[in-house]
Antibody, heavy 121, light 108 residues
Framework: EVQLVESGGGLVQPGGSLRLSCAAS????????MNWVRQAPGKGLEWVSD????????YYADSVKGRFTISRDNAKNSLYLQMNSLRAEDTAVYYC??????????????WGQGTLVTVSS | SYELTQPPSVSVSPGQTARITCSGD??????AYWYQQKSGQAPVLVIY???QRPSGIPERFSGSSSGTMATLTISGAQVEDEADYYC???????????FGGGTKLTVL
């Protein structure tokens, strides 16, 4: 059974940093593209970042580019999101998502339960 | 940047058919996917590749796509189908993930 468990969320002051982790199990982690998706309170889903199976190809949403860094450790079956220069608008539940593949690209096939990040003074 | 547009809300009575639309310029070339999200829970895939239904999803959920619009249809909507529904697709490169703004379905 595929399991994705996020951790590392919490309360942080504006301008601060936080590192999220996602522990994966139930599949061969090193074979799959992984993503972070977030959801601000009462708002919709927003894609944040993507990392290829090897870690060599990375993409970011414009809203986090230059502030967030995605990474992975295939030996530890873990995905990370280093968040720096945090802003109030980064307050959200952050989901780790594993990709599945179709003829027109990838899509979120499995989701974790999310971890809440609150940016406030 | 690429956008997918959904109506903010749809309301039906139990047993009626609910239709939720999603429009996007790349949908003629890219698949649409639909996710159901109930309060406090992670999203659940209910339709993939425009029309396919994952195992375990009730038959009353169906999908279609024509031109720049994809549609999620819930035939005989039930109270337990009340949730937010999000369409998803990729941009023209097939790399960047894009979600619609979400539609709140009310069944009462």
């Amino acid at each position: 059974e595929v399991q994705l468990v996020e951790s590392g969320g919490g309360l942080v002051q504006p301008g601060g940093s936080l590192r999220l982790s996602c522990a994966a199990s139930g599949f061969t982690f090193s074979n799959y593209e992984m993503n972070w998706v977030r959801q601000a309170p009462g708002k919709g889903l927003e894609w944040v970042s993507d990392i290829s199976s090897s870690g060599n190809t990375i993409y970011y949403a414009d809203s986090v580019k230059g502030r967030f860094t995605i990474s992975r450790d295939n030996a530890k079956n873990s995905l990370y999101l280093q968040m720096n220069s945090l802003r109030a608008e980064d307050t959200a539940v952050y989901y780790c998502a594993r990709a599945l593949y179709s003829g027109s690209g990838s899509y979120p096939g499995y989701w974790g339960q999310g971890t809440l990040v609150t940016v406030s003074s | 940047s690429y956008e997918l547009t959904q109506p903010p809300s749809v309301s039906v009575s139990p047993g009626q058919t609910a239709r939720i639309t999603c429009s996007g310029d790349e949908l003629p070339k890219k698949y649409a996917y639909w996710y159901q999200q109930k309060s406090g829970q992670a999203p659940v895939l209910v339709i993939y590749e425009d029309i396919q239904r994952p195992s375990g999803i009730p038959e009353r959920f169906s999908g279609s796509s024509s031109g720049t619009m994809a549609t999620l249809t819930i035939s005989g909507a039930q109270v337990e189908d009340e949730a937010d529904y999000y369409c998803y697709s990729t941009d023209s490169s097939g790399v960047l993930w894009v979600f619609g703004g979400g539609t709140k379905l009310t069944v009462l």
